[in-house]
């Protein structure tokens, strides 16, 4: 072969060698955006889905679980707090919540760019390939059911104004800058404090309000036993399945680490209720339905900060020691302290919490099966949780004291004796839970 021949097939041999490059590079690049593309598709779903579980929880669950504990005169005005602040909050979160929550703005709080929604579509980027509008949505049902868990605690003695007013001020003074700080790039979220999906944000911010709103309303006058456990039965049930999508879906994602989100979730609930039942067994010598239902909830909320660093022995553990703590609190403490925090939002959703962040340093550790690395500190994490938790507390009581002032001095926290003997279904709502 002369030089001439040799250097035109080498020629071609390059050109076949580019082109070849070119075309594969070109099929990766498409391989790439197809699996982006399902990925982004399997995202959006499941966290589509896990939106409708969170709102589940308030709608029916929360009422349910809540109209069940009360008297039978009292469970029209239970659902209609729930319902009337799942209407509400849904507005104050699309006018103001949403910006202040989650939008850019300092260690604090967020900023005013995103009033009423600006800028969000349905074609934009959010969370992992999902659509902004869907974090928007997702984000919303936890707006929604934290100040709901507070209605546990002054159930049967509060005037309806005050629930509303309530509702509307501590969601954008006390959830919204809580939020920012945990999950939004506030000072929380810079010490890298753990909690996944709101034991910090929903249940001490929650259980902490629940304790300053029950003492500065004052006891009941004549508080009577739950009037329909099998409502409360159903409520704690759609409760179980709808905390999947809150811990499932707080990752944002349809992967492996919201499948264990959900199994962690499952046995943490199995364990405190299991704890709880022994307890009562112990100390009444019966297993009640309304016991081992109050047991799954403690294990609930407190696995809620962990269930993304957890493994089942953690869940485990979280469950068993909730359980307890919380029974403790909700059937000893409340007693020697002498606070009528009617439906248990203090002992459990607050204690629960509390008990579930600071624990979530430790059941990270790979012993415990948890996801941490080799180079994991639980003594310095366990710091930041503490620190995380307290501030959170001093924050909550303070803002929440102030917020329940303005409205006692306006326009009053507590209905009347007379209302509150005739019931609030009569007295606040004009009808009728049953009519036999």
């Known amino acids: 072969m ?20 070119q075309l594969f590079a070109q099929n990766a690049e498409a391989a790439m955006a197809a699996a982006g ?37 009292n469970v029209l005005s239970v659902l209609m707090h729930c319902f009337v602040m799942t209407a509400v909050l849904s507005v104050v979160w699309l006018i103001i919540g949403y910006s202040l929550a989650i939008s850019e703005g300092n260690k604090w709080v967020g900023g005013l760019d995103a009033l009423f929604g600006k800028g969000l579509t349905g074609a934009d980027s959010g ?15 936890f707006f929604i059911i ?33 939020c920012h700080m945990v999950w939004f790039g506030g000072w929380m979220f810079e010490k890298e404090v753990i909690d996944l999906a709101g034991g910090i944000v929903v249940h001490i911010t929650a259980g902490v309000a629940a304790l300053v709103f029950c003492v500065m309303l004052g006891r009941r006058k004549n508080p009577v036993p739950p009037h329909n456990l099998t409502m409360t039965f159903m409520g704690t049930c759609m409760l179980w399945v709808g905390w999947f999508g809150f811990n499932g879906g707080s990752g944002l994602a349809a992967n492996g680490a919201g499948v264990m989100a959900i199994v962690v979730t499952h046995i943490s609930a199995s364990a405190g209720a299991l704890a709880w039942m022994i307890l009562d067994i112990f100390s009444t010598k019966k297993p009640t339905v309304l016991g081992i239902c109050t047991g799954s909830i403690a294990g609930l909320a407190a696995i809620t900060p962990a269930s993304g660093v957890a493994g089942p022995m953690g869940g485990l553990l979280i469950g068993v020691v ?12 409340k007693e020697i302290c002498k606070y009528d925090d009617s439906l248990d939002v203090v002992g459990v959703h607050g204690v629960g919490g509390l008990v579930g962040t600071l624990m979530a340093a430790v059941v990270a550790l790979p012993v415990l099966q948890g996801n941490a690395g080799d180079d994991y500190n639980w003594i310095a994490q366990l710091k930041v949780q503490a620190i995380a938790s307290g501030f959170t507390i001093v924050y909550t009581l303070v803002v929440t004291v102030v917020i329940l002032l303005i409205i006692k001095f306006t326009v ?7 209302q509150e003997t005739e019931g609030l279904d009569q007295a606040s709502h004009g009808e009728t839970g049953y009519t036999i």
């Open 2 to 21: 002369t030089a001439t021949a040799l250097k035109r097939w080498t020629s071609v041999l390059f050109l076949i060698f580019i082109s070849g490059g």
């Open 127 to 141: 969370g992992p390939g999902i659509p902004s509008i869907l974090e928007f949505a997702f984000q919303m049902t």
């Open 37 to 73: 593309a399902a990925t982004g598709a399997a995202n959006t779903a499941w966290i589509m889905t896990a939106t409708a579980l969170v709102l589940f929880m308030t709608l029916p669950g929360l009422a349910l679980f809540y109209g069940g504990l009360v008297a039978k005169k």
């Open 322 to 333: 909730s359980g307890i703590v919380c029974w403790i609190f909700s059937i000893k403490i």
């Open 412 to 418: 009053g926290l507590r209905v009347t004796e007379s």
């Open 146 to 178: 934290t100040p709901a868990l507070v209605i546990g605690c002054f159930v049967e003695r509060v005037k309806f104004k005050a629930v509303v007013l309530f509702s509307i001020f501590w969601s954008i003074l006390v959830y919204a800058p809580i």
